[in-house]
């Protein structure tokens, strides 16, 4: 609640309520509720993302960048007036229209500051839920893992559609079988709503699994290899050349600030600079390479 000041809260509403002190302390309140349950939030998702290091300073940024814009929302609304507050005689109609206008912005910035800086808290505390990038020094680890997890779920199926072709001639043979109680749970309440659906787990269901998980096979193949290859390099007329597959990244390397039209060409081709590195640089793929190598043909000192 120290966040937002008393005196702020009330004189948010002097012009606008009968009762400011109520409303004021109503919206102190409510601040202090939302941030509590923001931060269970991102307790809840620092957990589930193993790390929980990191929680104290994420909702500290959160917590310092919405409090700025509470506050200007409430002392824009504190230059609001009412006629039913003011009285109506000589009600500066014009003015209070000005003041709403602000106030409503103002509230509308608070409301989207909330809203893009939790989704950025949590993509920081659950690296787990990002894409995984070929580039990424874990895409190894990462894709195995989902493969695995991915090939667990297509026994499990599997399992439950053998146990569930049993329980169909003999009830009893569950008694028996080693499944959990949710898998037997599964067995037991299922009800074919189609012929082609005999079993719990439809046979679409395990094809699409199937296929996933030879797609997935396949990529993790590919970014194995490419981790293992070697960057190699190409010296142009004032521009080097660096691909990098281990990082799936190819850059461009300038002797000097290329000029304006360079820049362009570079952007639409999908490079960016990046200055941790002082290099142009872009996905590894086909029309990249061709881009660069043009560069290095074209560019001179």
């Given at each position: 609640m120290q966040d937002i000041p008393l005196n702020l809260a009330v004189s948010a509403f002097n012009g606008t309520s009968?009762?400011?002190?109520?409303?004021?302390?109503?919206?102190?309140?409510?601040?202090?509720?939302?941030?509590?349950?923001?931060?269970?939030?991102?307790?809840?998702h620092a957990e589930k993302g193993g790390t929980?290091?990191?929680?104290?300073?994420?909702?500290?940024?959160?917590?310092?960048?919405?409090?700025?814009r509470y506050r200007a929302w409430l002392a824009s609304h504190g230059r609001c007036i009412s006629s039913m507050i003011t009285g109506?005689?000589?009600?500066?109609?014009?003015m209070a229209e000005k003041r709403s206008?602000?106030?409503?912005?103002?509230?509308?910035e608070c409301v989207a500051f909330r809203e893009s800086a939790l989704k950025a808290a949590i993509r920081n505390?659950?690296?787990?839920?990002?894409p995984i990038m070929a580039g990424d020094d874990n895409a190894v680890t990462r894709l195995q893992a989902e493969i695995d997890k991915a090939e667990a779920m297509q026994a499990r199926m599997k399992s439950i559609n053998a146990a569930h072709k049993k329980f169909q001639k003999d009830p009893a043979i569950l008694d028996v079988l080693d499944l959990s109680d949710d898998d037997l749970r599964i067995i037991r309440n299922y009800k074919p709503a189609y012929s082609w659906e005999p079993h719990p787990f439809a046979p679409y269901e395990l094809s699409n699994?199937?296929?996933?998980?030879?797609?997935?096979?396949e990529?993790?193949?590919q970014i194995s290899t490419a981790k293992a290859t070697p960057a190699t390099e190409m010296q142009g007329d004032g521009v080097r050349i660096e691909d990098c597959p281990a990082d799936n990244r190819i850059r461009l390397f300038f002797e000097g600030k290329p000029e304006a039209e360079i820049r362009d060409k570079l952007k639409r081709g999908g490079f960016r600079w990046a200055p941790s590195i002082g290099a142009w640089q872009a996905y590894r793929n086909h029309n990249a390479m061709n881009l660069a190598k043009s560069f290095a043909e074209s560019v001179t000192a």
């Open positions: 009968f009762s400011p002190e109520k409303r004021g302390e109503s919206y102190r309140n409510n601040y202090a509720k939302t941030l509590s349950g923001d931060y269970e939030t991102l307790r809840q929980v290091a990191m929680l104290e300073e994420e909702f500290a940024r959160y917590r310092d960048g919405y409090g700025k109506p005689s000589n009600f500066p109609t014009r206008n602000v106030e409503h912005k103002r509230m509308g505390l659950r690296p787990d839920l990002r699994l199937s296929a996933n998980i030879r797609r997935m096979k990529r993790l193949a």
